[in-house]
């Protein structure tokens, strides 16, 4: 599976945006998908991720309350709602799928293997 992500851009403090990571060549069936965020300097981060069959969300603990993550079957995608956002959520956003996952794996970035290229949000003060 490919991924794509798309959605970043800059917006002010307390603001909104909505990623999106759609798949081409393949499609979640099996997977499942999270979003990950690095800032320069920095370890990448786990924000959010969903098993794609049942639904399930898992987030870190900065994000929890501010942001979702939701899936879309007819248009093969994921998003990321990202609400009250905060000069300190700047990032560039990866998405990126694991097959098979299991709940334990969800927020581990190695069992990852396959990511899409990063889109940046730049949240301003």
């Known amino acids: 599976v490919q991924l794509q992500a798309s959605g970043g851009g800059l917006v002010q403090a307390g603001g909104s945006l909505r990623l999106s990571c759609a798949a081409s060549?393949?499609?979640?069936?099996?997977?499942?998908v999270g979003w990950f965020r690095q800032v320069p300097g920095k370890e990448r981060d786990f924000v959010a991720a969903i098993r794609w069959g049942t639904g399930a969300t898992y987030y870190g603990d900065s994000v929890k309350g501010r942001f979702t993550i939701s899936r879309n079957y007819a248009k093969n995608t994921v998003y990321l709602q990202m609400n009250g956002l905060k000069p300190e959520d700047t990032a560039v956003y990866y998405c990126?799928?694991?097959?098979?996952?299991?709940?334990?794996?969800?927020?581990?970035?190695?069992?990852?293997?396959?990511w899409g290229q990063g889109t940046l949000v730049t949240v301003s003060s």
């Open positions: 060549e393949g499609t979640f069936s099996n997977y499942g």
């Open positions: 990126a799928a694991q097959r098979n996952p299991i709940a334990q794996t969800m927020s581990v970035q190695r069992r990852y293997g396959y």
